[in-house]
């Protein structure tokens, strides 16, 4: 397998890393690092065709990947996910085109799949010992099960009230799992604070490379699964934003290998009320966003105070011509129980965050009938 990986670049400021030691954030500026690829030389050689026969995993676009032996690979079958004509839903809201991308059919159940087996690979590749990480909690039972696979200790610290779900998954892999009083925010000060002593590799989201490389895959499959056409309208759950920075980042790619052309889907972050940083970042017209405060909602992985990708979040959004928008609660609960009955998908309250969306933006005038789009399911339903 022939690796095109270059080196790790800053995502504002630019500087350059090798690729080959460890890495986390810029030592500059403390932005995340982007992986980068030797594009002009995969022009002429890698073609859409070349796909056909390649299983239905997300490893079948190696050559945009940052592993560099497969023998690395830490997979468990990380297949890819439907994309489901939503005709029913779609009928009821005047949407002939609705899709939804169903995360859930993912090992571990949700989109953290994609991430973390790129960033157990990477690690195993790089030679890391410890892995850790601040969880809201798919994330953390994705590393738990990826990192047992690589035979690598992970330390997860998570809220006290993460879903029961994540907490047993993580124990059941025996992962060192801490539950702490506080939010995702106070267990990655934790992480921080103590890596260096303990020797752990920290793994949070945009702090390590390689995770964003996993998200951007839905990107890759998105795209392929219409034919090399992207949809006009993308609905996004947002926390800590990796997979729009991804997708992003993705469609940048594959524009440069001729595969796709300029257009880019109109990205709508959707967070909860509760806690909607980004959304009140875009509403001022900001760049960053500020730290809410007293941070709530029935979404565990909406509940992200302050994300460090914040900049790559609302340059995305606002470059594809998109919009952020803040559910409440009760519809979030509302729209659980509305995707089922239609569509017979079970989903997470942050998969159902973007159903509870769509009758706002579509009564405001941000989504037409004409469009095309997709919602993404970023997880199934846990008790």
């Known amino acids: 397998m022939k690796n095109y990986l270059l080196h790790l670049e800053c995502s504002r400021c630019g500087e350059i890393y090798p690729h080959e030691i460890p890495q986390n954030v810029c030592h500059a500026c403390g932005k995340p690092l982007f992986a980068r690829y030797a594009l002009e030389q995969l022009v002429d050689r890698w073609k859409p065709e070349h796909l056909q026969s390649r299983p239905t995993s997300l490893w079948r676009y190696r050559e945009l990947l940052p592993v560099c032996d497969e023998d690395n690979i830490v997979s468990l079958g990380e297949t890819m996910t439907p994309l489901i004509h939503a005709k029913r839903l779609g009928e009821q809201?005047?949407?002939?085109k609705l899709w939804i991308k169903d995360e859930s059919r993912l090992p571990t159940g949700s989109f953290k799949a994609r991430g973390l087996a790129m960033a157990v690979s990477k690690a195993k590749e790089l030679g890391i010992s410890k892995l850790a990480i601040p969880s809201a909690g798919n994330a953390a039972t994705a590393l738990s099960v990826y990192a047992a696979c690589a035979g690598i200790p992970a330390y997860i610290f998570m809220p006290k009230d993460t879903p029961a779900f994540n907490r047993e998954t993580c124990r059941l892999a025996s992962a060192n799992v801490t539950l702490i009083d506080g939010l995702i925010t106070d267990a990655g000060k934790i992480v921080a604070e103590r890596k260096t002593d303990e020797g752990w590799f920290d793994?949070?989201?945009?702090?390590?490379?390689?995770?964003v490389e996993g998200k951007k895959t839905m990107g890759f499959e998105l795209a392929e699964q219409f034919g090399w056409k992207l949809p006009d309208v993308i609905i996004y759950p947002t926390g800590g934003g990796t997979g729009i920075v991804g997708m992003?980042?993705?469609?940048?790619?594959?524009?440069?290998?001729?595969?796709?052309g300029p257009k880019r889907p109109r990205f709508i972050s959707v967070q909860a009320t509760g806690c909607a940083p980004i959304v009140k970042a875009w509403d001022e017209g900001k760049s960053d966003a500020e730290p809410w405060q007293d941070a709530q909602t029935?979404?565990?992985?909406l509940r992200v105070p302050q994300a460090i990708g914040d900049f790559l979040i609302l340059d995305a959004i606002r470059k594809s011509g998109g919009a952020a928008i803040a559910i409440t609660d009760n519809a979030i609960t509302e729209a659980m129980h509305l995707l089922p009955t239609t569509e017979g998908i079970l989903t997470c309250p942050e998969g159902a965050a973007t159903v509870a969306a769509l009758k706002p933006l579509i009564a405001n005038g941000i989504i037409k009938p004409s469009d095309r789009v997709v919602l993404f399911n970023t997880g199934g339903y846990q008790a």
């Open 203 to 211: 793994v949070s989201t945009l702090k390590e490379p390689y995770r």
């Open 298 to 301: 029935i979404a565990s992985g």
């Open 93 to 96: 809201l005047g949407l002939p």
């Open 248 to 260: 992003w980042k993705g469609f940048a790619e594959l524009e440069a290998l001729g595969w796709i």
